[in-house]
C-alpha cells in the first residue's frame, strides 16, 4: 500500500512539475513576460527595475527555477487590478466555489444515485427510458443555457429563488459560508443544480450500467439462491460493486465541475474563483490568470492523487495489485 | 408471462437476443433520427442561404434602426417591417441575426473538428505506426490535454491570445485533437495486426504507402463517426465561449454571443433577444447528436 | 417407502425468443428420496442446469416454467409466493453453483457472504451467526476459518472457494443441496477431494443431494441414483448400479463409452456420433434417433414413453437387451 501511494505520489509530481514548465513556457517563452507581469502604466525606469527584479534578463533555465522557486513559496505574482498577491486573491474566492461544487457534486450523488438504480433495475420500462433519454439533456445542452433557463423559471416566471449574487453568510471557523444561513441556501439552489445536472446525467448512466451488469452477474444469482432478500442484494450487492466506479467518477469529476463552475458562476454572478477568472481575463489581469492555472492545476493533481488512494481503499482487489506493484 | 407459442418451425432461421434487441432499438429510434436529420439538414440549409433569405443583414450597422430597439416579437418597425422575433438592443432583426448566427456557429464547428480530425487522425496515425518512443511522447501529450477540462483550456488559451473566429477555432481544435488521436490509434492499432498489412510489410511496401493506402482508409471510419457528435461538442464550446465573452468578436456574433447579449434582458421579462437564439442553439445540438448517435449506434463505434 | 422429499413431474420450462418458445425443459419427471444423492447427467446443453433452476423457481425472462408439477416435502413449489420461495432457498433447498469464481462477490467479505445467509433466515446475532459461518469453514477442511471469513475471495483458491460455498450450503442444514457442476471448473485431484466430503456430509447430516454433472465417473463414485437427461428430457433413471453397470437407453451406453474413467484400460473410447441437437432444433420422434445406430422407423413418428422395469426407466423404442455392458 505504501508502494503504490509512493508511486502516484511522484506521478502527482511529475505532473504538476510538466504543467508549471507549460505555464512557464506559455508566459515567458510565447507571450511577452514584461506585458504579462508588469502592469502597463508604470514608468520607464520603474519597469527597467521590475524587469530587474523578476529576473527577466537571466537566461530561460534559470529564469524558470526562479519562477518554480517562487511558486512553491506561494508567489505568483501580485494582481494589477487589486494589487493584493494573486494566490491571496484567489484563496479568499476558494470558499465560495467549493461550497457551491460540494453540494453540486452531493445533489448529483443524491438524485443520479436512485435513478440510476432505478433504470438500471428496469431497463425496459417507460419510466427508465424517459429517465435516459433526461440524461441525453443533461449531457448534451450547453451549461450557460441551462442556467439561464432556470433562472427564467425560477426567478423571472415563478419568483421562487434569487437570480443572482451569494446571499446573506456566516463565519464558520473564518471561512464565510452560505450554507447556513436561508437566504444563502435560497441563492445556492439554482448554480448548485445547473452545476450538478450534468453530473446527475454522468452518475445515472454510470449507476444505471452498472446496475444492470451487476443484476446479470453470477453473484447476484448466488444470494437469490441463498434467499437473500431482493432489498440487500440491490442495497449490499450491486450498490457496493458500482460504489468503486461512483466514488472514482465522482472524484475525477471534480476537477472538471471546479472547472465548469466559471460558466454557472458567471450566469448566477456567483463571487467564486470561476467569476475571478473571467473577470481577470476581462481586466487582462494576466497573473491571476496565471495564478488560477497553477493552483487549478495543482487542486485536479491532489484530487485525482486522493481519488486512487480512495479507489483502493474501497475495492479490495486493488490492493493487492499495489502491492505487488 | 406469455403462454406457450405453438411448435418452433423445423429449421429456425438464428437464435440470438442481442440481434432482436438491437433490431427492436432501430425500429424504435427511427422516426427520432429521421426528424432529426431532417431538421439538421434544414437547419444548415438556412445557415447556408443566410444571406439571402435573412430579412436584414444584422453585420450592417447602417440598416439597423436603433429605434426599434428591444421590440417584442411581431412588432412592426419604423421602417414598415415586422419583427417576427422581435429586436435586440441594437434595433437589430432576430431572426436574421439568428440565420447569421448559425452559420457562425456552424462555421466554427466544422472547421475546428476538420482541423482537430486532421491532426487527431495524423498524430494517432504516426503513434500507431512508429511505436516505441514516438508513441509514448504522442499519447502522454494526449493523456495530458485529455485530463484537463477542456473547456479550462480554451478559456485560458484565449484570454491570452484574444478573441476572434479563427482564434476560437483554434482554440477548439487544440482541445478536440487529442480524443481523435486516441481514437485513431486505437483503429489502427487493431488493423495492424491483421495480416494483409504484416503481407504488406513483408512484401517491402514502403511504410509511408502502408500508412496511407491501407491503415489510413481502413481505420479511419470509427473516428469520422465519432466526430459527428463532436461537432455538437464544439459548437457547445463555442457558444460557451463566446457566452463567456472570449470567444466570437460582436461584428459576427455566434448564437453564443446572441445569447449573452440578451441575458441581461431576461430578467425585466425581454426573454426573446435570449431565448429564440438558444432555442435554435439547442435544436442545432441536439439534432446533431441524435444524429450522431445513430451513426455511432449503426456502426457500432464507442464513443470517446 | 417414505415420502419423496422431491417430486416432479411434466416440468416443461421454455426460453421465448421473437420467433417462438424454445423447451430447454421438456417434461421432466423426477424423484429424489431424503438423504439421498442423486446425479443428473447431461452434455451440455440438454437443460440439466435449467431443471435446476427450475426446481428453485430461479429462471428469469426470457425463460418460463410453463408446466408441470414441483413438489417438495408435499408443498407445490409452482404455486408458492416470491417470499415463500425465498425462505425456502438457501434454508430448505440450498445450492452450489458451476463457477466459484464468479459466484461470490467479489467486494464482500467471505464472512458477510456466509453470515446472510443464516441472518436472512434466521433471528441471530451477527456474532453467533459469525461463529456458526467459522464452524461450518472447518467442518470443510479450511484451516483458521475466523481469520479466513475477514478475506475477501480473491484471496482464496478456486479449491477453497468451491468448499467455502459447500460450506456455505451446509449453514442452515437443508433438506436439499442442488449442485450444478460444482467441481467442473476444478482439478482432478481437489474434485475427488470435494466429492468425497460431499458424500461424507450428506451421510452426517441426512441432507439429499441432487448433483448435476456431465461427468459419469463423478456420478459412479458419488451418487446413489443417477438421471440421464438428454435433449431437455430424462432418458433414462434408476440406481447407479443398473444404469451405468446395464444400460437400456443407447445414448446412456454411448455416454459410458466415451468417458475416459468408465472404460476399461487399453480399451479406446467411443465417441457418439453427431452432436446434440440444439434448443431450437429439436428433431420429430425420439430427439436422439439421429444418433442412434438403434433407431427403427417407428422413432422418427413417436417420441418414447418411459418403460418401468423394477425402479428402473428409460425411454427408447429398443431398448439394448439386458445384461451386462458388450
Known amino acids: 500500500m505504501i508502494a503504490y501511494v509512493l508511486q502516484r505520489l511522484i506521478q502527482s509530481i511529475l505532473v504538476l512539475l510538466a504543467v508549471s514548465i507549460v505555464v512557464f513556457l506559455a508566459v515567458y517563452g510565447i507571450g511577452d513576460p514584461i506585458e504579462l507581469l508588469v502592469p502597463p502604466q508604470v514608468s520607464a525606469a520603474e519597469r527597467a527595475a521590475m524587469i530587474r527584479r523578476l529576473g527577466l534578463d537571466l537566461p530561460v533555465v534559470q529564469q524558470y527555477l526562479m519562477f518554480l522557486g517562487n511558486a512553491l513559496k506561494g508567489d505568483l505574482g501580485r494582481s494589477f487590478v487589486h494589487g493584493v498577491p494573486a494566490v491571496e486573491l484567489i484563496l479568499a ?46 449531457f448534451s445542452l450547453p451549461s450557460f443555457w441551462k442556467g439561464m433557463m432556470l433562472v427564467l423559471l425560477f426567478s423571472v416566471a415563478l419568483g421562487w429563488l434569487p437570480t443572482a449574487g451569494r446571499g446573506e453568510t456566516v463565519s464558520v471557523l473564518g471561512i464565510q459560508t452560505s450554507l447556513l444561513t436561508l437566504d444563502g441556501l435560497k441563492h445556492l439552489i439554482l448554480p448548485a443544480l445547473n452545476l450538478a445536472i450534468p453530473n446527475m446525467a454522468l452518475m445515472i448512466r454510470l449507476v444505471a450500467a452498472g446496475t444492470s451488469e451487476a443484476m446479470s452477474q453470477d453473484y447476484v444469482k448466488y444470494a437469490r439462491a441463498k434467499g437473500v432478500r431482493r432489498k440487500r442484494i440491490v442495497g449490499r450487492h450491486v450498490l457496493r460493486n458500482i460504489l468503486v466506479p461512483v466514488v472514482t467518477v465522482a472524484g475525477m469529476e471534480f476537477g472538471s465541475l471546479v472547472a465548469f463552475s466559471t460558466i454557472t458562476e458567471t450566469v448566477f454572478a456567483w463571487p467564486g474563483m470561476g467569476k475571478l477568472l473571467i473577470d481577470s481575463i476581462y481586466q487582462l489581469d494576466r497573473p491571476v490568470v496565471v495564478a488560477y492555472v497553477l493552483l487549478a492545476t495543482f487542486l485536479f493533481v491532489a484530487v485525482n492523487f486522493l481519488v486512487d488512494i480512495l479507489y483502493a481503499a474501497l475495492d479490495p482487489r486493488v490492493k493487492l495489485i499495489g502491492e505487488m506493484a | 408471462m406469455t403462454s406457450p407459442k405453438p411448435a418452433p418451425p423445423a429449421v429456425p432461421p438464428y437464435a440470438d437476443t442481442s440481434v432482436r434487441e438491437s433490431v427492436l432499438r432501430r425500429i424504435r429510434n427511427r422516426p427520432t433520427t429521421r426528424g432529426a436529420a431532417i431538421l439538421l439538414g434544414v437547419l444548415v440549409l438556412l445557415a447556408v442561404l443566410a444571406p439571402v433569405i435573412a430579412p436584414q443583414n444584422p453585420h450592417d450597422l447602417a440598416s439597423l434602426s436603433v429605434m426599434d430597439n428591444r421590440l417584442a416579437p411581431g412588432s412592426e418597425g419604423m421602417n414598415g417591417m415586422t ?92 482541445v478536440q485533437w487529442a480524443q481523435y488521436a486516441r481514437l485513431m490509434r486505437a483503429a489502427a492499432l487493431v488493423e495492424r495486426r491483421k495480416e494483409y498489412i504484416e503481407a504488406a510489410i513483408n512484401f517491402g511496401l514502403p511504410t509511408r504507402h502502408i500508412m496511407l493506402a491501407h491503415l489510413l482508409p481502413n481505420s479511419i471510419g470509427s473516428v469520422l463517426v465519432v466526430s459527428t457528435i463532436s461537432i455538437a461538442g464544439a459548437i457547445t464550446l463555442e457558444a460557451t465561449l463566446s457566452f463567456l465573452g472570449v470567444g466570437v468578436p460582436v461584428t459576427q456574433p455566434s448564437l453564443g454571443l446572441l445569447i449573452a447579449n440578451g441575458f441581461e434582458f431576461l430578467l425585466s421579462g425581454e426573454y426573446w433577444i435570449s431565448v429564440f437564439p438558444g432555442i435554435a442553439l439547442v435544436l442545432l445540438i441536439m439534432s446533431l447528436n441524435l444524429v450522431g448517435d445513430r451513426l455511432r449506434r449503426s456502426f457500432n463505434v464507442r464513443g470517446p | ?128 451467526a459469525m461463529r456458526e459461518a467459522a464452524q461450518a469453514l472447518s467442518r470443510v477442511g479450511i484451516s483458521s476459518p475466523e481469520a479466513r471469513l475477514e478475506q475477501f475471495p480473491h484471496e482464496f483458491s478456486g479449491g477453497m472457494r468451491q468448499r467455502v460455498a459447500i460450506a456455505t450450503a451446509l449453514l442452515n442444514s437443508p433438506d436439499l443441496i442442488i449442485a450444478d457442476e460444482p467441481t467442473t471448473a476444478l482439478d482432478v485431484t481437489i474434485q475427488s477431494q470435494i466429492l468425497f466430503e460431499v458424500q461424507k456430509l450428506s451421510r452426517e447430516t441426512g441432507t439429499a443431494v441432487l448433483w448435476i454433472t456431465h461427468d459419469l465417473a463423478v456420478v459412479a463414485e458419488l451418487a446413489d441414483r443417477v438421471a440421464v437427461m438428454y435433449a431437455g428430457r430424462i432418458i433414462e433413471t434408476g440406481t447407479v448400479d443398473d444404469v451405468l453397470d446395464r444400460p437400456r437407453h443407447p445414448y ?10 468408465t472404460v476399461n484400460p487399453g480399451e479406446r473410447l467411443r465417441q457418439i456420433s453427431g452432436a446434440a441437437p440444439s434448443i431450437d432444433a429439436r428433431p420429430s420422434g425420439c430427439p436422439f434417433r439421429p444418433r442412434c445406430e438403434r433407431a427403427l422407423p417407428v422413432c422418427a413418428e413417436i417420441d418414447p414413453a418411459p418403460e418401468h422395469d423394477r425402479g428402473h426407466s428409460y425411454c427408447c423404442h429398443n431398448p439394448i437387451p439386458e445384461g451386462p455392458v458388450p
Not at chain 2, 143 to 168: H, Y
Not at chain 3, 252 to 261: D, K
Request: glycine content about 12%; proline content about 4%.
Open chain 1, 93 to 138: 474566492r476558494l470558499p465560495a466555489t467549493f461550497e457551491l461544487v460540494l453540494l453540486a457534486m452531493s445533489v448529483a450523488a443524491a438524485v443520479g444515485v436512485p435513478l440510476g438504480l432505478l433504470a438500471g433495475l428496469n431497463p425496459e420500462s417507460r419510466s427508465s427510458r424517459a429517465i435516459m433519454a433526461g440524461t441525453v439533456l443533461g
Open chain 2, 83 to 174: 419583427y417576427w422575433l422581435g429586436t435586440d438592443a441594437q434595433g437589430r432583426d432576430m431572426l436574421s441575426a439568428i440565420l447569421y448566427g448559425l452559420r457562425t456557429s456552424l462555421l466554427v464547428g466544422l472547421s475546428s473538428t476538420a482541423g482537430a480530425l486532421a491532426i487527431g487522425i495524423a498524430a494517432g496515425l504516426i503513434a500507431a505506426q512508429f511505436g516505441g518512443a514516438v508513441d509514448a511522447a504522442i499519447m502522454r501529450v494526449v493523456d495530458f490535454m485529455l485530463g484537463f477540462p477542456s473547456i479550462l483550456i480554451a478559456l485560458v488559451l484565449l484570454a491570452s491570445i484574444g478573441r476572434g473566429v479563427d482564434k476560437v477555432i483554434i482554440a477548439i481544435i487544440l
Open chain 3, 1 to 128: 417407502m417414505t415420502s419423496p422429499l422431491l417430486e416432479v413431474s411434466g416440468l416443461r420450462t421454455v426460453f421465448h425468443d421473437l420467433r417462438g418458445s424454445w423447451p430447454a425443459v421438456n417434461g421432466v419427471d423426477l424423484v429424489v428420496q431424503p438423504g439421498e444423492i442423486v446425479g443428473l447427467v447431461g452434455e451440455s446443453g440438454s437443460g440439466k442446469s435449467v431443471t435446476g433452476f427450475s426446481l428453485v423457481q430461479l429462471i428469469d425472462p426470457p425463460g418460463e416454467i410453463v408446466s408441470g408439477d414441483v413438489k417438495f416435502k408435499g408443498e407445490d413449489l409452482r404455486q408458492a409466493s416470491e417470499e415463500r420461495m425465498r425462505r425456502l432457498r438457501g434454508d430448505r433447498i440450498a445450492m452450489i453453483f458451476q463457477d466459484p469464481l464468479m459466484t461470490l462477490n467479489p467486494v464482500l467479505s467471505i464472512g458477510e457472504q456466509m453470515c446472510e445467509a443464516i441472518l436472512e433466515h434466521r433471528v441471530m446475532s451477527r456474532k453467533n
Open chain 3, 252 to 261: 446412456t451406453l454411448g455416454l459410458l463409452g466415451s468417458s475416459a474413467s
